[in-house]
Structures are given as C-alpha cells and as structure tokens.
C-alpha cells in the first residue's frame, strides 16, 4: 500500500478492462452468465463464490468457459451470514474456512484477484482491540494460502454509514495491508461504499496502488441515509471527476457491483456503455490539455 506499482501491476494506460459482477445475473447459474457477459462485449467477471457454490459447479468447467468466452476473471469471497471477527468462535472459524475455500477457488478458475471483506463488529460495545486481533488473525491466514497458491489478494473498504463496520478509510486499511510485506495484499476500492465524490477522492488520494474498483453510484438522501450500489447516473457520485483521480492509480478492473435486477439485460448493456463515454469524454479532455 505504501509502495508504488509493480512493474507487473503498472497503472493502465488508455482504457482499462470493464467487467461485470455475476450477481447481477444470480436468477441464472454462472457458466450460464459468462455468455451474456462476454455478448454484450465485457472484458471481465467478477464471479462471486457463493453464486458458483450454490448451484455445485466444477470449477475446471467454469474455467473453460471462461477461456472459451475470452473473459478475465476475478473472485468475490462468500459474505452470506459470516464475518471473519464474530465473537461467536464457530461463525468466526466457519468464515474463515470459507473464505480460504474462495481462495483455492480463485486458484482453480486462474483468477487474477480475490476481493476479501474485513470483519465487522457484533455490537458497539464489542472491543476493538479484540476485534483487530482476530482482523489480522484471520488475514494472515488468508495472506498465507494466497501465497502458497499464487494467488493476488486484496481488502475492501466498507460501508461509511454502517455503525458496524470498522474499516472505511485509508488508515483502517493500511492498518491490515501494512501488517504485511509489500505486494502480499491489495487495496480494492468500493465507490458506493463511501457515498460521496469527497470521500472517494480523499480515500484515492491516499493511497498509492488500487488493485481493483467495484464501480457503483451512490445517493445521501435528506434524511442521511445512503442509497447504495446504484446503477451509474442513477446516484450523485460524479465519475468524470471520480475516474480521472482513480485511473492514474489503478492497476486492475473497472468492475461494476451495481444492482440490476434480473431480466434486464439493456441496462446491463447500457451501463458498460455509460463508463466508457465516461472514459472517452475524459480521454478527450486530456489530450485537449495536453495540446
């Protein structure tokens, strides 16, 4: 996190890869999703391990699907009733397992990223210092196996208004990657989950190397509360000015983890479509700098 980019993780230069969450199409199985994707011209899928899990499918299947339909790849660990700093030992333990599951997951689909969600409080009276004892317990351990299989992984930033979540800023996630070598885990950015351009670009500015984003609008509404993974235009995060503070630093996919319920398949066309006039309007104002 303090380092600069690798020379095999080098921040894009022109377009980067665009790709779309396999939740979006969760009234479906996965091996059934990866053609729509790649139909609608998506370079990438972030297939979340729980969606492959449910419907029991081979992996090496997957994978050559995957390879037929010429999509990157990434995988969303399990989030579904677990929290890897439950006071309970068994959800603690149980969450654990499966996310080193998503791992070898990862590994068996030749993945190049895992996305990891920090541990969240029980309640506000939960001690912290409990809390980030069992964090880095458990990263280690998932820090290890990614290793082991030569896999990349990297943590989330999580929701700002959630009064249980702990990790928001760049000092919270610094306090997890810096308990490791350079290079052993990333940094993923979640837009929504900050809900407004301030805090993105504070968060952006702070942080040298973006492995990965997950790309959504988002909406603080008068009453306080944020609407969250919007489609984009459908929210108040401005992504010209979003974009052109992340780009320098990212050196993986632009991958959307928008809502979009299921059947409807124009908007998740559409949405492709909206980020890269985003990106060609931006590329314009640049090279008219430039001159």
């Not at 080098?10 to 969450?21: D, E, L, S, W, Y």
């Not at 499918?57 to 890897?84: F, K, Q």
């Not at 997950?214 to 235009?233: F, K, N």
């Amino acid at each position: 996190m303090t380092r600069g980019p690798s020379i095999d993780n080098m921040p894009h230069i022109g377009k980067p890869p665009i790709g779309m969450t396999s939740m979006t199409f969760w009234n479906c199985t996965v091996e059934e999703a990866l053609p729509q994707i790649a139909e609608m011209g998506y370079d990438a899928v972030e297939i979340w391990a729980e969606h492959l899990w449910r419907d029991d499918l081979n992996p090496s299947s997957v994978a050559c699907s995957l390879e037929t339909h010429g999509l990157r790849r990434t995988v969303h660990c399990p989030i579904m009733d677990l929290n890897i700093t439950s006071p309970n030992a068994g959800i603690r333990e149980e969450s654990v397992r499966q996310n080193i599951q998503a791992i070898t997951l990862a590994h068996e689909l030749s993945a190049e990223l895992v996305t990891v969600h920090p541990g969240a409080l029980f309640s506000k009276h939960d001690s912290l210092d409990t809390y980030w004892e069992w964090q880095l317990e458990a990263f280690e351990r998932f820090v290890a196996e990614a290793l082991r299989l030569g896999v990349r992984l990297a943590v989330e930033n999580m929701d700002v208004q959630s009064k249980k979540e702990v990790v928001k800023t760049a000092q919270d996630i610094r306090r997890i990657t810096d308990h490791f070598a350079p290079g052993e885990l990333g940094f993923i950015l979640d837009t929504a989950h900050l809900g407004t351009l301030e805090l993105n670009l504070r968060l952006i500015a702070q942080i040298d190397e973006i492995a990965h984003v997950h790309v959504s609008d988002a909406e603080v509404m008068p009453s306080g509360q944020v609407r969250t993974h919007l489609p984009l235009g459908e929210g108040r995060l401005d992504f010209k000015r979003l974009l052109e503070a992340l780009l320098p630093r990212l050196t993986g996919i632009l991958q959307f983890e928008t809502f979009i319920p299921p059947g409807n398949p124009d908007k998740v066309l559409a949405q492709k479509e909206y980020l890269e006039q985003t990106l060609l309007e931006l590329e314009g104002n640049t090279n008219g700098n430039t001159r």
